[in-house]
C-alpha cells in the first residue's frame, strides 16, 4: 500500500491543475458540504519541492517503521489520521482557508511508529519522539523556516505538524485499544471453550 500511496501522489501532482481545486482544503466549501476535501486535501502539493520533500520524509518514515503497518492498519491510520488532522484545522486554525499537503500526516505516522518502537523497549523511539515535539513547538514558536516558504511557494501550515504529532499518539491508543479487547475476547473464548470441554 505504501508503493501504491507514493504512486498515487506523483499522479495526482502531474493532474494537479484539474483536480486540486476539486480537492484541496477549501474551507469555503468544506462550510458548503465539501466534508472529502478534510481528507483528500493531504494528497495534493504546492509545486514540485513540496512534493519531493514529502515524498523523502515518507520514504524514510517507512523504512524506519514500515513493517509496523499491515495494508488494512495502513489505509485506516491513512484515513483516519488525514481526517482528524482535517478536522482540526478546520476547527482550530481558522486563519488557514486552504491547505494541501501530506506533511501533517507524516508527523502522525512517524509520531505512531515511534510510540511502537519505545512499546519495544528501543531508545531510538524516545530519541526520534522528542525531536518530532521538538520540531513541533519550535514551529509553534518560531514559525517555519524562511527558506522552506521559498522553496515550497506557500507558507508553511505549522499548526497540520502540531495536530499531526498529537494525532499519531491517538492513532498509536487506538492500536492498543483494539489490541486489548482481541486479547479480552481471546482470552474469554479460550475459557468459554475449557469450560465447555470440561
Same mark, same amino acid.
Given at each position: 500500500m505504501a508503493v501504491l500511496l507514493f504512486l498515487t501522489l506523483i499522479l495526482l501532482h502531474l493532474l494537479q491543475d484539474q483536480l486540486q481545486p476539486l480537492f484541496e482544503f477549501n474551507r469555503t466549501a468544506i462550510y458548503e458540504g465539501q466534508w472529502w476535501r478534510l481528507v483528500t486535501a493531504h494528497l #495534493? $502539493?504546492?509545486n514540485n519541492w513540496h512534493l519531493l520533500m514529502n515524498l523523502g520524509g515518507f520514504v524514510l518514515i517507512m523504512l524506519l517503521h514500515g513493517a509496523y503497518y499491515s495494508n488494512r492498519r495502513f489505509v485506516l491510520n491513512l484515513f483516519l489520521g488525514n481526517l482528524l488532522i482535517g478536522l482540526a484545522l478546520l476547527?482550530?486554525?481558522?486563519?488557514i482557508s486552504f491547505y494541501v499537503g501530506l506533511s501533517g500526516w507524516l $508527523?502522525?505516522? =512517524?509520531?505512531?511508529?515511534?510510540c511502537i518502537d519505545i512499546e519495544r523497549h528501543w531508545s531510538s523511539g524516545w530519541l526520534?519522539?522528542?525531536?518530532?515535539f521538538g520540531k513541533v513547538l519550535w514551529e509553534q514558536w518560531q514559525g517555519a523556516s524562511n527558506e522552506v516558504v521559498t522553496l515550497i511557494g506557500a507558507d508553511v501550515a505549522t499548526?497540520? $505538524? =502540531? #495536530?499531526?504529532a498529537i494525532v499519531g499518539l491517538l492513532l498509536y491508543v487506538s492500536m492498543l485499544f483494539r489490541r486489548t479487547v482481541a486479547l479480552t475476547s481471546a482470552t474469554m473464548a479460550s475459557a468459554t471453550?475449557? $469450560?465447555s470441554a470440561e
Open positions: #495534493f $502539493h504546492t476547527c482550530w486554525s481558522p486563519d $508527523h502522525a505516522l =512517524l509520531v505512531c511508529g515511534c526520534i519522539l522528542l525531536a518530532v499548526d497540520a $505538524h =502540531l #495536530f499531526g471453550n475449557k $469450560h
